[in-house]
C-alpha cells in the first residue's frame, strides 16, 4: 500500500490516492500554490514501525532521484511538483509525503527537522494535509 500525504506550513494539497501496476511509472503529484521563493521543496516516505525516509528536495527545475529511482519535477511557477517514480516495487509501498520549508538541508545534517509529523486524515489550521492509498499490483 502506498499513501500519499503532505507536510508543513504552506497550503499543500495532494491527491487522496496513486494506484499503478509494480514497475510501471508512476507520478506522485503536490499542489504547493502558496509557496515562497526562499521555500524549498521536500518529499519524505513513511514504511510501517519506521521513521520517515527523506527521498528528495529542490527549489526549481528537475532533481534525479536515485532511491526509489526517478526524479523530481518543480513547475516553473513553483506551484506544484510530482515525483516519478519510474518502475516502483511493492517494496516501495509507502506513505508519501511533500512538504514546503524554507530551511535547507546542510550537508550531514539530518533533514528537514522543522515540521511535525501529523497522523490520520486531517487539514490543519497550517495547510497540513495527510490522505490516501495506492495499492502495489
Not at 503532505?6 to 499543500?12: C, K
Not at 511557477?77 to 516502483?88: I, W, Y
Not at 509525503?97 to 487539514?123: E, F, L, M
Request: aromatic share 8%; hydrophobic share 40%.
Amino acid at each position: 500500500m502506498l499513501v500519499l500525504g503532505s507536510l508543513g506550513t504552506a497550503q499543500i494539497l495532494q491527491p487522496g490516492s496513486a494506484e499503478a501496476l509494480e514497475g510501471a511509472p508512476l507520478n506522485l503529484t503536490c499542489e504547493h500554490s502558496s509557496i515562497n521563493l526562499a521555500d524549498y521543496i521536500y518529499w519524505y516516505r513513511l514504511f510501517p514501525n519506521l521513521g520517515p525516509q527523506f527521498i528528495v528536495f529542490g527549489s526549481k527545475g528537475t532533481v534525479q532521484v536515485s532511491s526509489p529511482e526517478g526524479a523530481l519535477h518543480i513547475s516553473k511557477d513553483r506551484k506544484s511538483s510530482a515525483l516519478a517514480l519510474l518502475a516502483p516495487g511493492l517494496g516501495d509501498a509507502a506513505v508519501y509525503y511533500c512538504a514546503v520549508s524554507d530551511t535547507v538541508r546542510q550537508a550531514g545534517a539530518a533533514p528537514h527537522k522543522n515540521a511535525a509529523w501529523q497522523g490520520g486524515a486531517s487539514s490543519g489550521a497550517s495547510g497540513e494535509e495527510e490522505s490516501g492509498v495506492f495499492s502495489g499490483k
